[in-house]
């Protein structure tokens, strides 16, 4: 047996349980006193050492081979009990098995981890395991002791059975080996092979239970051993088919046989079994097989508890000479040696039981059902007078009246036939009273086992965690110093993604400034880059000083000078030849002047209006011409600009792809691993969409399954390196990319564009380039290469056709651009709301929320065995509890808040049970208290668990509250849901809800 942990022999302690003798370490613990009258009926037969005088103390130990042969027994019984749950879906839920289904309940906890962390299945509830440390507090009570004892009494009634059939269909053979002998036509002699037992068996079981046994296998009391030889003709195979409880009283064949009884003699009668051997008849044997082979659950039960596949075998012979023999399909029974091994530890470890409560040894040669199968007149029952033995009597004669006979009269009527006793009915019988009794004492365990353990250490938790929520609670203090490292944390992941961002938005910034003076270029000129720019000024230049120019400054001035000249001679001409001299010259001077004025205001007007806008263009276009040669000097692919914002581009895809990259991604090499490790899960989408946290707790998982491969792998980072700015950077930078992805994955533009940003960046144009030139420049990039290299792009005379082509993947390249500065902008917001959120929750501390749910689950940690009490109440009024109706909007029975939350009547009753919201708590009202109960165990939860717990098969569309409620009723009418399986589930519930109160 493995050894405890540390934490298991912890709370071992803390909850006062025995641990197995040999998983403790050291000095072994004190042995526990039991006292004897809860053992004992006190003045029974099993007391007749008291009368005769003989000191006895009210206290005692059990021996070193009864914990041990009690703890090996439970712990196998338990394992293939729950092979049966799990194999034959159904079996459980029968009556007769309820017994089964508590102890699973009791001796079953949540499967954790190596963190103590819950293991949970697909539907999210927790995955059950053997508890050894529930076992061993099991073990250490009166119940624990008791129940175990009974239980084993009756699976040596299962493997007996086994032991029966195995020995009416054994091939010749074996039979020889087995050293058989046949009886009549009908009956086996079935001896034990000594041979088969280990050493252990061979030199302390068997010499102890023969010790003190005399020649005829009587006692001095008169009483008989049920295996004696005069019995044999009428108890031979009695009783399987009725000890099993699989059938009636009326069974064709009569009762099944001798090994059916819940218990075995194991003085007298053992040694009769080793001797002479048991008497077996087969057509008895027939009739318990029969009985089960019908019943296919059963059938399966019996295989797995007891070993013995009925499918193995078959009826053979004639009506009246039946028999059993193998079948050819390849046997899946079990070894009977392993069967005989097995039912002699089982005989030893109930034998040493009793000697240890104190029951005369001369007792043990009859059963607890001994008066069964012989009435005494004097009224001598059972040897052992126990104090479940009195319970079960008790239950026992009420019940269809006890004893009777095959006339059906009981001991006190007349005609009582004492020598032809009902062997099966009152088998049948007694078992039914004896698994009641058996099942009472488990729920009395369950109970005070769950109370004792929610007064404990559990509540002392809930207790102390109440407090710290209080107004003066250490937890306020320490919640408000957590929210300000998280703020704090928040800051500083702004801060490194807005580095990020800086390092884009310079190069964005220049973006902007070219586009706006070419835009201002186009705006007012018609021209966006410097060559055109340049035409246009020398346009406007030759304009002032080419008279050739139609319309141009310079043709204006030209014809003015002309008209100058042509206006002047004839004024001069026009002079009458009448005036000479002085008066003539001072008439053409002035008629000069006169011409000169009128054409140099002409020369003024057209300066001003032609000339001087002509040079304010040309000044405009230098201006703009500037503007824009500055900013395309930064944008050359050599300058600082530029060359951070490819780099910076080349970053995002290296942390991409290091993190979820196809080839190189996290999980990428996890599975490359030889043989793979199993990824972690963190995806293209996980990197995208989940919060931080949760990425980086992906990414340490990874690092640690890399650490633990042989040899070590290097992958992502332990959750020590988290803070660690670089890192910390290329997670950001890598979520960057992935949302940018994302977004240019969605773009309507991508199947116009992205193919001929592709085409153009692979013909040696770059991205900087893409951003930097407007479209005639990228025309004339194109063209350039295509002269270089004629497989790509095309000539000049084609770019009319492929201008969209080129607009295209600039505009495409401008997107990458911004994208990655939205993607970063995003996060940079996200940690900035956060922040404030947490600045917000400084001054509103409050875990007011949290007490209340604190106070549902330590209800429930109080009120646990009232809550399985309660599921019995469940069954008898199956209809309140599952009421499938809605809530009447008029009933005042219920709050508004309840009605709110729309489900069906029967789910108010189920919460109930479980927190008593309806009458409100101390702390707050029914209201608020139902507030609390829904946020810690929400409708679908609740609707998920009792689904997946009661195995009620609903899915999809058809899993609703209703339809649950629906399939719960109609299957506890059936049957098919026990108070047990019910109890279990809400066992089940209740641990969940203490989980979580651990986790807040």
Known sequence: MPRPSPEAGQKIAQEGATAPRDSVIGDPPKKKQYERRKFLNEGGTGDNRLARGEARSEKFEFSDEVIQGQERFIKNYLKR?????????????????????????????????????????????????????????????????????????????????????????????????????????????????????????????????????????????????????????????????AALGLVGHNVAGSPGL????????????FNHLLRRGVVLEMRQCVGAFNSIANNHLEAAYIKAMAGIDVNDFQVAGTPGNEYLQRTNRVAETQS???????????????????????????????????????????????????????RINERFKPNAGGILDMGGLRPNQPGFNANDLDYEGNLHRHMRARRNVIAEMMEKYIRTELSTQSSTRSLTAIDRKIAARGENGTLIAARKTEITAEKTAFDKDRSLVDAEKTKLQGYKDVITALQNAREQAQQEFGVSNIANIDTEI??????????????????KQFSNDVGRKADIATEVGSIPATLVGKGRAEESARRVQAVNQRYDRMEARLKEEVYDKVNEEINRLKTLRQQINTQQKAFADSEQTPRQAREQFEQLTRDFDTLVGTANGIDARL????????????????????????????INEANRRGAAYVPPIAIGWPESQNDRPELRSQLLRGRAEARSQQMEATDPTRATHQGDYTALTGWNITENQLRSLDTNELLQQVNDEHTRNPANGWPAAANAANTTRVEHAAQWAQGRLQKRLDALEVDSKDFEE?????EATLDA???????????????????????????????????????????????????QTEKDAAQPRGYYEILDVLFDYKTGTEQTDRATYFQAIQRLLPPDELRDMLNTSLSLGLAGPGLTMANVLTRIRIRVRLGLITPTRLGSTFNNIANVLIDIGEAI
């Open 845 to 895: 501390v409050d875990f007011k929320a949290e007490v209340d749910q604190l106070q549902a689950i330590k209800h429930v940690m109080t009120s646990r065995g009232a809550i399985q009490e309660k599921t019995l109440a469940i069954t008898e009024d199956i209809d309140r509890y599952t009421n499938d109706q809605a809530i009447a909007p008029a009933d005042r029975t219920f709050t």
């Open 671 to 698: 599975a490359a691993a030889v043989p793979p490790i199993a990824a972690v899960g963190l995806n293209e989408a996980a990197l995208r969409d989940l919060p931080i946290a949760d990425v980086l707790r992906l």
């Open 834 to 838: 956060l922040a404030k959120q947490r």
């Open 336 to 390: 009977i040696k392993a069967i005989q091994r097995d039912i002699l530890e089982k005989l030893d470890t109930r034998n040493r039981f009793y000697i240890d409560i104190g029951a005369n040894q001369e007792d043990l040669d009859a059963t607890a059902e001994q008066f069964l199968f012989r009435y005494f007149t004097g009224g001598q029952k059972e040897g052992i007078n126990t104090t479940w033995g009195k």
């Open 538 to 555: 020398t346009k406007r230049r030759d304009s002032l000083t080419d008279h050739t120019i139609v319309g141009s400054y310079a043709q």
């Open 81 to 241: 009990l729950k092979d049966v749950e799990e194999t034959v879906p159904g079996v459980l839920a029968n009556p007769n098995h309820r017994i089964d289904q508590q102890l699973l309940t009791a001796l079953r906890g949540p499967k954790k981890g190596p963190g103590g962390e819950l293991i949970l299945d697909s539907h999210g509830n927790p995955i059950m395991e053997i508890d050894e440390t529930k076992i061993a507090t099991f073990l250490n009570s009166d119940e624990g002791r008791i129940v175990t004892n009974q239980v084993m009494e009756q699976q040596l009634a299962y493997e007996m059975f086994a032991l029966g059939i195995h020995a009416a269909a054994l091939p010749p053979g074996e039979r020889v080996e087995m050293v058989q002998q046949r009886i009549g036509n009908n009956a086996i002699r079935l001896g034990i092979d000594q041979s088969v037992l280990d050493r252990f068996l061979q030199n302390r079981v068997v010499p102890w239970l023969t010790a003190r046994v005399d020649t005829t296998g009587g006692r001095p009391n008169g009483r008989r051993g049920i295996f004696n030889q005069r019995w044999q003709a009428t108890l031979a195979g009695t009783g399987a088919s």
């Open 258 to 269: 001798v090994a059916g009884l819940a218990a075995l003699p194991v003085a007298a009668g």
